[in-house]
């Protein structure tokens, strides 16, 4: 959680309404300082979805910081035998869960809103990603472009269960429907993997927005082209997007690592620091 972490890690932001959308229900948040990307789109009536997005893009990264800044993410919690930064994420995320689902109870105008999630915690040389709903993050290394998380929807269990195959997915009615979602109940089922990071990587937090307008193949190539301009890719991803349609919100988060970042360990770095 320090400048030495902010040095290793390269990011851009871009949030659009689409073309078709009167206002963007998307949010999003990144701090290479904290080495912190979030994203997140909003669902509900009438700015609900913007609302509950926003609520999520607020108040998880305060209370992450907070945590923090008493403990850092590499420590291990000896009551869940976890590292800190894991355990943090998902008590964090059911709080900031359980705000959005107050605010909608007691809310008449926010009934039934609710919002995806895809959050990365990079330290340590890994990133911790969790994830609600169907925002995803991919992760291109070299050659190798895929995605990271597995969307929590109707269309992925029609998937994973053989009804349609990946290609007729495209073209289905079904892919809004998300089966998982924050803010819609008190509590939540947030998926959470850690995996390792290596100099060069570059990860791609994005809305449904930029994934159902353009195809993994194009989005990997335009990271490959653009790897040294990560703005300029941020918003070629936007474009492409837009061009083909623009039928929903797009949000993309880019993080690029530039070096190894270990974690500082043992007593001494620790006794220096406090000077």
């Known amino acids: 959680m320090t400048s030495t972490l902010g040095s290793a890690l390269e990011i851009a932001v871009r949030t659009d309404p689409g073309m078709v959308r009167g206002h963007n229900e998307d949010a999003v948040f990144a701090n290479p300082e904290m080495g912190l990307a979030i994203l997140a789109d909003g669902m509900g009536g009438y700015n609900a979805g913007e609302v509950a997005s926003g609520m999520a893009t607020t108040l998880l990264p305060a209370e992450l910081e907070a945590a923090f800044a008493a403990s850092p993410p590499h420590e291990f919690d000896k009551a869940s035998g976890q590292r800190f930064g ?12 359980l705000a959005i689902y107050n605010a909608a109870e007691s809310q008449p105008q926010y009934a039934g809103m609710g919002t995806t999630l895809v959050a990365a915690l990079f330290y340590d040389n890994q990133v911790t990603v969790a994830h609600i709903g169907d925002s995803r993050l991919y992760r291109l290394r070299g050659d190798e472009f895929g995605v990271i998380t597995r969307d929590h929807s109707l269309l992925q269990e029609q998937i994973d269960r053989g009804v349609i195959s990946v290609e007729e997915a ?15 109940d008190p509590d939540v089922d947030t998926e959470i993997h850690d995996y390792p990071v290596l100099p060069g990587d570059i990860y791609l937090l ?10 993994d193949e194009e989005i990997r190539l335009t990271l490959q082209m653009l790897a040294a301009n990560l703005d300029l890719a941020a918003t070629q991803l936007v474009q492409m997007a837009n061009d083909n349609g623009g039928r929903d919100n797009v949000s993309v988060i880019l993080v690029k690592v530039l070096r190894e970042f270990p974690a500082a360990g043992g007593w001494w770095p620790k006794f220096l620091a406090s000077f």
């Open 170 to 184: 495209r073209f289905s009615q079904n892919k809004n429907l998300v089966t998982r979602a924050l803010g819609v």
């Open 206 to 215: 994005c809305s449904d927005g930029l994934n159902d307008m353009v195809e």
């Open 86 to 97: 894991n355990r943090c994420i998902l008590d964090k995320i059911a709080l900031t869960n």
